[in-house]
């Protein structure tokens, strides 16, 4: 009985194991990662190419000080590996990536680049990542407001805010809010992520003094977002309620709000979840310039810093990390398109 229930086990587990093996999305994700991986070795290869092309290198700026002898620029060369040629030191750092997961150590810093990266993704992450939910919160529900009311006051109104938010640069809007929070202190921080007595506060009143710095940086983010989130809605909903199964919908007498919510959104969707993909992809390089206006402690001056200093590790780590982002934020819309509309195959997804 027992070796019965041993083998009935198996077979369940080994039933499990083939279904899973042979699962539509089991298969895509693999397929998809495995082709990352050739992705992310031609990304590092031609960015690192790129960079060499740059004229000059770290050492440039030591140099410039009379006060540094040649031997110890000639000392820093070989410590910091410049002395070999270009595609030796690709293939070491791109051996130690893939041994040990080492992606060298910062020239500037003269610590791990990994290190480096992990201390300050956290509050770019929280900034990218508050600005998608508060412009997805405000321009999705406004452009399906508008959509069903097309040419209306509401609509219009909606439509001048909206060609007004996308034709304001991020960096003007970035500057008029640091202008408006010098205006309104102590109503709004300057800058910064905390305050001076941030460690004296409660657990709460952290969470709150972060939030509190993090509302126009926040904005900065989210008014350029919103304007072309609300308009791409706006036409796919458009688009949706001109079909015949929507009037169709509407002639049995099903109540608006279902046509609108069910039926109507249902099939718009899909492009949003798509441009989903593309937002996430974007985090780094999108909260840079809200990191430079109001000094928040993120990825944005770090990869700045390190672009200008030609910080070698650290901008080729930053690189395949937005590379990285790119990857995963493709694989999460295919698979939240799946999500909303099960007829997709995920293997027609190009």
Known sequence: MTSFTRDSSIGNRLDGLKRLVTNETFLYVVKRLLQAVLTLFLAS???????QLAPGDFLDTLRQNPQISPKTIEDY????????????????WLVQVVTRGDFGTSFVYSRSVASLLWERIS????????SIIVTWAIAIPLGIVAAVKQNRAF???????????????????ALLLLILAQNTSPLFPVGGMTSINHADLSPLGKVLDI??????????????SFAGLQRITRGEMLDVLRQ???????AKGLPENRVIYVHALR???NPLVTLLGFEFAGLLSGAFIAEFFFNWPGLGRLILQAVTAQDLYLVMASLMMGAVMLIIGNLLADLLLKVVDPRIHLEDLK
């Open 77 to 92: 060369r070989k410590r910091f590996g410049l002395d070999r040629p270009a595609i030796e030191q690709y293939w070491r």
């Open 45 to 51: 290869a031609l960015s690192f190419a790129i960079i």
């Open 211 to 224: 939030g509190w710095h993090m509302i126009l940086p926040t904005l900065a983010l989210s008014i350029t």
């Open 155 to 173: 609509d219009r109104v909606v439509q001048v805010l909206s060609y007004t938010g996308q034709g304001f640069p991020s960096f003007i809007t």
């Open 123 to 130: 509050a770019t992450l929280l900034l990218a990542i508050a």
């Open 267 to 269: 099939n718009a969707v």
């Open 244 to 250: 015949d199964y929507i009037q169709t919908a509407r």
